[in-house]
C-alpha cells in the first residue's frame, strides 16, 4: 500500500495536471476538480478493488461512478496515473476526437469510465443499478459514486436517496463533495438544503462526516469507517467537507474557478504552489 507521502505526492502531481489541462484549451472545470483531488486518489491508490484490465460488466471489482461529471479533468488525471489508460493523453483534453471530453462519455470507449454523466443528478441512480446488480450475481465487492453538494438541489437524487434505503441497498457508499459552493455563488445562496446529515438519515441512510476531506489520513480513516458500515442493511453517504480549488492558493475560499481556466501567469503561479513529482505529460 503507498506511504502518506506517496499519497500527497500523487495528489501533487493531479493538481499539475489539472490546472494544465484546463488551462490548454482556456475551458474546463478546475475549482471542484482541485477540491476532491485528495478524495480520489485515496479511493483509487487505497481504497477500492479493481483490475485496469478494463471491463464495463466490472465482476468481482469495486466500482466508482462519477456523477458530477464536470470535475473531469480530477477524474481523467487519476485515471491515467492509476494505469488505465497513457498518461500522455491527458494532453488531449477537451479536444477535437478526443477521448478525454469535457464530461465523460462512454462512447469514446475511455478505459474507467462506465457512465457518461455530463447532466447532473443522475450518477446514483445509476450507482444504485450497478449495487443492485452486484446482490443478484453474489458479487459482494462495494459500489461508490461521488456528488457534488449543489447537484443534491436535483430531484431525481433525492428519489434514488429514498429508493436505496427502502430496497436496503447496503453495498453502496455515496460521497458529497460538501464544498458549499457551485458555479453561481455558496449553495446557500443559490438553494439553501439545510442539515444534509439530518435529510439522509431521516432518508433511512448511515451517515458518515469527513470534516477534513482535503487531508489524506483523515479522507483514509473515514472512508474506512464508511465501509465498516457496508452490509447493514442501509446505504452509506459520506459527507466529505473539501475546499474548492484546494492547493491553488487564489482559486480557494471562492466560486469563481468552478469552471474558469487560469492564464498563462496564473498556471505559472498554481505550477509553482504544486512542483512536479511524478513527472508532467
Known amino acids: 500500500m ?18 494544465r489541462m484546463v488551462h490548454a484549451v482556456n475551458s474546463g472545470h478546475p475549482g471542484g476538480s482541485l477540491g476532491c483531488a485528495e478524495f480520489l486518489t485515496c479511493l483509487y491508490q487505497e481504497i477500492m478493488e479493481y483490475s485496469t484490465d478494463f471491463s464495463m460488466d466490472g465482476k468481482n471489482e469495486d466500482l466508482f461512478f462519477l456523477s458530477n461529471g464536470h470535475i473531469s479533468p480530477v477524474y481523467y488525471s487519476v485515471l491515467a496515473r ?23 462519455t462512454t462512447h469514446e470507449h475511455l478505459p ?7 447532466s447532473l443528478g443522475q450518477g446514483m441512480s445509476v450507482a444504485i443499478g450497478a449495487a443492485q446488480a ?17 447537484e443534491l438541489q436535483e430531484g431525481q437524487i433525492w428519489e434514488a436517496v429514498m429508493y436505496a434505503a427502502a430496497k436496503k441497498v447496503d453495498n453502496l457508499i455515496s460521497t458529497v463533495d460538501v464544498n458549499e459552493k457551485q458555479i453561481d455563488g455558496s449553495t ?9 446529515k439530518a435529510k ?5 441512510w448511515d451517515v458518515v462526516e469527513i470534516t477534513e476531506g482535503n487531508n489524506i489520513e483523515v479522507v483514509l480513516k473515514g472512508m474506512a469507517e ?9 446505504p452509506v453517504c459520506v459527507l466529505l467537507c473539501t475546499e474548492m480549488g484546494n ?10 474557478w468552478h469552471g474558469k481556466a487560469p492564464n498563462d501567469e496564473q498556471l505559472e503561479e498554481a505550477l509553482a504552489q504544486n512542483p512536479e513529482t511524478l513527472g508532467d505529460y
Open 112 to 118: 474507467g469510465i462506465r457512465i457518461a454523466s455530463g
Open 82 to 104: 492509476s494505469e488505465f489508460f497513457p498518461v500522455a493523453e491527458l494532453d488531449t483534453f477537451r479536444k477535437l476526437d478526443s477521448r478525454l471530453q469535457g464530461h465523460p
Open 226 to 234: 464508511a465501509k465498516s458500515r457496508t452490509g447493514n442493511g442501509k
Open 2 to 19: 503507498p506511504t502518506t507521502q506517496q499519497l500527497q505526492e500523487f495528489t501533487q502531481q493531479v493538481r499539475r495536471d489539472i490546472v
Open 188 to 196: 446557500d445562496e443559490v438553494l439553501a438544503m439545510g442539515s444534509l
Open 200 to 204: 439522509f438519515e431521516a432518508f433511512g
Open 134 to 150: 452486484k446482490k443478484l450475481n453474489g458479487d459482494n465487492k462495494t459500489v461508490y459514486s461521488l456528488h457534488g453538494d449543489g
Open 247 to 256: 492547493g491553488v492558493d487564489f482559486m480557494m475560499h471562492t466560486h469563481a
